[in-house]
């Protein structure tokens, strides 16, 4: 069974991470998140939720690196990102997805 990551940049943005963690823990192997203030960081592990990895990224203008950044500490099969003010409408259909996506030998697994 493939591994998933759920993926998310974020500034400020403490609620709507404990909103996510909170509603999608269960349905992905780890949750990264790539935070640049201390505060939301500090806020996100006290938390201490077992499967989510909080990494500090300053933001240096530069949408596309810190989202590579946070690709490269990805240590599973597959992630999947979204904006922490999203929402997942059908995240129990994610891991079938992964799985389906694996045995058919696809290394990009999109929805919108």
């Known amino acids: 069974m493939p591994t998933i990551a759920l993926a998310i940049i974020a500034k400020n943005e403490t609620e709507h991470l404990k909103r996510i963690i909170k509603d999608y823990a269960s349905y992905f192997d780890a949750i990264d998140l790539a935070i640049d203030d201390d505060k939301t960081i500090a806020d996100i592990k006290d938390l201490s939720v077992k499967n989510v ?21 990805c240590n599973t099969d597959f992630y999947f990102t979204i904006d922490s003010d999203d929402k997942i409408l059908t995240p129990e259909l994610i891991r079938q997805a992964a799985e389906d996506a694996e ?10």
């Open 53 to 73: 990895n909080v990494y500090k990224y300053d933001w240096n203008d530069d949408f596309a690196g810190k989202r590579n950044f946070l690709a490269s500490k």
């Open 103 to 112: 045995r058919d030998g696809d290394a990009i697994l999109y929805g919108f």
